[in-house]
């Protein structure tokens, strides 16, 4: 994928895929800052690209908790 991107010495995919997960890992970041008290619903709407990364993060997070009903996560 991206990440092959780049010739000899440059490594121009790589960069491009951590800017990429930077980005993600931003997203997370900037949703966690929302949550004021442990009982509210957050709902968030991102692309396919992004969900699986988010999705991860939050499972990895144990302030969260993730409801996914007929594959759509709620």
């Known amino acids: 994928g991206l990440v092959d991107v780049g010739a000899g010495d440059t490594?121009?995919?790589?960069?491009?895929?951590?800017?990429?997960y930077r980005r993600n890992t931003r997203i997370f970041?900037?949703?966690?800052?929302?949550v004021v008290s442990g009982n509210e619903?957050?709902?968030?709407i991102y692309g396919n690209s992004h969900a699986w990364v988010l999705e991860e993060l939050f499972e990895a997070?144990?302030?969260?908790?993730?409801?996914?009903?007929?594959?759509?996560?709620?």
Not at 61 to 74: A, C, H, N, R, V
């Open 11 to 20: 490594y121009i995919g790589a960069d491009l895929t951590g800017y990429w």
């Open 41 to 44: 619903r957050i709902l968030v």
């Open 61 to 74: 997070s144990p302030e969260f908790s993730i409801l996914k009903i007929d594959g759509i996560i709620k």
């Open 29 to 34: 970041s900037n949703i966690k800052k929302l």
